[in-house]
């Protein structure tokens, strides 16, 4: 078998295989060879190693394997380094000239061989370019002879480096190998959101690390129940609602709602489920939970569901309870056996029900008569008996008669307001007030009211004479419109 030795270059993607020959050369040695466009200088990977025919003959495919020239010396690495230094100062000249030529192209580096032959221009751009012009520029501007080369976005993000979502180096540049196709099936397959600022690299295409587990995940769930699906387990039905790949683990959800996670390989087919993928052609997938796999999760709440239900299988003893016992289980009483609980022993207490039924009709007509002797007691109201309503009688009159004179202890009266008693007036003291000279000829209200209550208690009424005069000091006085505000002589 042939031996090959794996060298990086700085601006190709993936590694290249050379012959080591007797050079000696190992992994991190800078190794002068020899390729298609002539004398380079690259970083050894790996160590030599052997390789089949057909391995080879898939990698290289009709080109023949080149040999290393030898290891590079001191000299050879200060020219790489000045070489390089060159290529960042052309760099902004590359810049500038392309944005006056108005191409639609995106310089990536300048790199001259170690051979010094020719600079190799790196620019990427969606469609071909015509750049005839802008290689007559730069031959003219960097006295050299210049390659264009155009490359895609994945190699340009592959040459200028930098860091992925994940916190690490961007795969491109640290494995160095060849690009294959992402297609987003395969982030379908792995459940990721269908974000494209989640699941897009540096790039902007698709992350090179989907291809990576998308043979994983597919191997997975061609073994696994389908999720959403139903299966059985010790305490019941269950459903499917995750999928744990890494660890090809199930999560299921119970008919109480609790979660469990279970491993793929510890569930078991039903003979159901065998002679159904007999029928249909397909591989078998278990749909049943064992026992011995529920008894290894550390859940508490799994293992006392699993012991409640050998107990009610009559695997294991009923539980008894001790008067030490903290927790008791305790059973629910209606409020009228704990209060029978709670009476001394002997005494029995009945429900009106109960009274009512054993009670005899002449009792019950006795205790119906005794009611309706009672008077009829309403709420907010007091109850004023016959015997003391002389007493209230009494007490009012005196009040009346002697104002300032009061019992020491009187019950207050309810003064009831009546159609047509004037508010309650008719009956009790008027206060004096003050007659109304403002207006003289007419009678104050006090005075009106004075006269009616008079009449109410039968006082007699005045004289015709009086009656009669009554309206001439009523009447207004007119004055003369000819007379004058002062007296005449």
């Known amino acids: 078998m042939p ?74 690495l200060a020219r790489a380094d000045e070489l390089a230094g060159k290529g960042e100062e052309a760099l ?63 190699e340009e993000a592959a040459i200028v480096g930098g860091y992925a979502h994940c916190g690490q180096e961007l795969c491109c540049r640290r494995f160095g190998r060849e690009f294959e196709p992402v297609s987003i099936r395969m982030a379908k397959e792995q459940d990721l959101p269908l974000n494209s600022s989640k ?54 959800r119970l008919e109480s709602g609790k979660q469990i996670r279970v491993p793929l390989a510890e569930m078991d087919a039903s003979k159901a489920a065998c002679e159904k993928s007999q029928e249909l052609g397909c591989a078998c997938r278990p749909d049943t939970v064992l026992r011995s796999t529920l ?58 029900r109960e009274r009512r039924k054993t009670t005899t009709p002449e009792q019950q007509g006795a205790t119906k008569a005794t009611q309706n002797k009672m008077p009829n007691k309403r709420r907010h109201h007091r109850v004023v008996l016959p015997a003391q309503a002389a007493d209230v009688t009494a007490t009012a009159a005196k009040t009346v008669a002697h104002p300032a004179s009061k019992p020491a202890h009187t019950h207050k009266v309810r003064r009831v307001r009546r159609p047509g008693d004037k508010g309650g007036s008719v009956g009790a003291p008027l206060p004096e007030r003050a007659e109304n000279t403002n207006r003289p000829g007419r009678s104050s209200r006090s005075q009106r009211t004075a006269k009616q209550v008079r009449k109410s208690e039968g006082a007699p009424q005045a004289s015709g004479a009086e009656n009669a005069a009554a309206p001439k000091a009523r009447r207004r006085r007119k004055r003369p419109s000819g007379e004058g505000s002062k007296s005449s002589e």
């Open 3 to 76: 031996t090959v030795l794996p060298v990086k270059f700085p601006y190709i993607v993936h590694e290249l295989w050379f012959d080591p020959g007797t050079t000696g050369a190992c992994v991190g040695d800078h190794v002068i060879v020899t390729t298609e466009r002539g004398t380079e200088i690259g970083l050894a990977l790996r160590n030599p190693f052997n390789v089949p025919e057909e391995e080879l003959g898939e990698t290289i495919g009709e080109a023949e394997l080149s040999s290393v020239v030898r290891i590079a010396t001191e000299e050879d």
């Open 92 to 154: 902004p000249v590359f810049h500038r000239l392309a944005k006056a030529s108005g191409l639609e192209i995106k310089p990536v580096g300048v790199e001259y061989l170690f051979d010094g032959q020719k600079a190799v221009c790196y620019f990427a751009a969606e469609e071909r370019v015509d750049f005839r012009q802008l290689v007559r520029d730069l031959s003219h501007e960097l006295h050299e002879r210049i390659d264009m080369r155009q490359i895609g976005v994945r």
């Open 199 to 252: 699941i897009s690299g540096a790039c902007g295409r698709l992350m090179c690390c989907l291809r990576y587990e998308f043979e994983a995940y597919r191997d997975f769930k061609s073994r696994a129940p389908k999720r959403n699906a139903v299966i059985d387990t010790p305490l019941g039905k269950a459903k499917i609602i995750e999928y744990n790949t890494p660890k090809e683990e199930l999560c299921l």
């Open 295 to 352: 008894d290894k999760l550390s859940s508490p709440e799994i293992q006392m569901a699993l012991a409640e239900l050998d107990r009610k299988n009559g695997l294991l003893p009923e539980e008894e309870t001790d008067e030490q016992d903290i927790f008791v289980e305790h059973v629910k009483q209606s409020p009228r056996e704990r209060h029978n609980a709670q009476s001394p022993a002997g005494s029995s207490t009945k429900t009106r």
